[in-house]
T-cell receptor, first 110, second 113 residues
Framework: QQPVQSPQAVILREGEDAVINCSSS?????VHWYRQKHGEAPVFLMI???GGEQKGHEKISASFNEKKQQSSLYLTASQLSYSGTYFC???????????WGLGTSLAVNP | DGGITQSPKYLFRKEGQNVTLSCEQN?????MYWYRQDPGQGLRLIYY???????QKGDIAEGYSVSREKKESFPLTVTSAQKNPTAFYLC????????????FGPGTRLTVL
């Protein structure tokens, strides 16, 4: 089942904060977050694993609620470079495949 | 520098022709993946391989074929059986294990005329 991302789109002024959510109807083992700029490859932001382990960039923070099967990505003090589409990919324990959400478009304006 | 490369960046083909997209990585990763991305859509998995000489179908494998004869190479052939081949194709690789990030190539934009 494809994870559901919300909101679909968000527009910020530089310096504002945003939260992007990723929800799954299936039990999750891992949640991956990536950012993609138009016409470019997705870039890794963070991985959150069941049990609390996290791996990612220092300036990015995220949470993983195993009970609710949800993850949230927190973007604080946004910069122009944060603009792009944010994707979450979810994985089960035994399956090496990730299932990707449809993305959240984020635009940061001066 | 280690990385993953795809070539060409743009590719045009006539309807009915097979076309092969290249993907090479020098990250020593065991796992490699092919995704298709359409406008406004997420990433849909075409094929993936966890080890040389072995690969599995993803969610949209029909009309595509792959090979994994070398660890560093995972070419994708878009056959004439694929009904809507025009799309952005992304190749990725990762270390084994669910807790490892995928590294993406720059992508190939295929247009079938």
């Amino acid at each position: 089942q494809q994870p559901v991302q919300s909101p679909q789109a968000v527009i910020l002024r530089e310096g504002e904060d945003a939260v992007i959510n990723c929800s799954s109807s299936k039990a999750l083992y891992s949640v991956h977050w990536y950012r993609q700029k138009h016409g470019e490859a997705p870039v890794f932001l963070m991985i959150l694993l069941k049990g609390g382990e996290q791996k990612g960039h220092e300036k990015i923070s995220a949470s993983f609620n195993e009970k609710k099967q949800q993850s949230s990505l927190y973007l604080t003090a946004s910069q122009l470079s944060y603009s792009g589409t944010y994707f979450c990919g979810t994985g089960g324990g035994n399956n090496r495949k990730l299932i990707w959400g449809l993305g959240t478009s984020l635009a940061v304006n001066p | 520098d280690g990385g993953i490369t795809q070539s060409p960046k743009y590719l045009f083909r006539k309807e009915g022709q097979n076309v092969t997209l290249s993907c090479e990585q020098n990250l020593n990763h065991d796992a490699m993946y092919w995704y298709r991305q359409d406008p406004g859509q997420g990433l849909r998995l075409i094929y993936y391989s966890q080890i040389v000489n072995d690969f599995q179908k993803g969610d949209i494998a029909e009309g595509y074929s792959v090979s994994r004869e070398k660890k560093e190479s995972f070419p994708l052939t878009v056959t004439s059986a694929q009904k809507n081949p025009t799309a952005f194709y992304l190749c990725a690789s990762s270390r084994q294990g669910v807790g490892n990030e995928q590294f993406f190539g720059p992508g190939t934009r295929l247009t079938v005329l």
